[in-house]
């Protein structure tokens, strides 16, 4: 019982036990609450609509990174260049909000702009370097 809890939390949190590799992390939407930082998956098809102009306005994100904290996760890791047209597994941390989101786009994402938000996010390709990763500051 005790081993089945440990590796349940180790694949919640998102890193192996004893040398073996994580479960599959959620599918990506928009950040949860109560978290400072969340693994997720984008499927391919997520990834590849962020540029396509498939992606319906509840696909939207608002901001050039960090990005507004209700922003969808996958379209904003295309816009940073964390995943591609194949997705990926990508990590988004907590930040404080900010007073203004700047639209800048990227990687054939336009992002659109925004005012004062209570909370933002960053994202990175899981497999990034922890040193490239700052720390949650919320």
């Not at 073996?20 to 998956?41: H, I, W």
């Not at 590849?48 to 904003?76: H, V």
Request: glycine fraction near 12%; charge should be negative.
């Amino acid at each position: 019982m005790a081993g089945r809890f440990a590796a349940v939390l180790a694949a919640y949190l998102g890193f192996a036990l004893f040398g073996t590799a994580a479960s599959a992390a959620a599918m990506c939407d928009v950040y949860p609450s109560g978290r400072t930082e969340f693994l997720c998956d984008c499927a391919a098809t997520a990834a590849a609509a962020a540029t396509d102009g498939s992606e319906p306005a509840a696909k939207a994100i608002w901001g050039e990174g960090p990005y507004r904290g209700d922003s969808d996760l996958c379209t904003a890791a295309r816009h940073a260049g964390a995943v591609g047209d194949a997705g990926g597994r990508i990590r988004a941390v907590l930040r404080p909000g900010r007073s203004f989101y700047y639209p800048t786009e990227a990687n054939g994402v336009t992002p659109g702009w925004w005012g004062r938000w209570g909370f933002s996010v960053d994202v990175y390709a899981a497999d990034a370097p922890r040193d490239a990763i700052a720390p949650s500051q919320a």
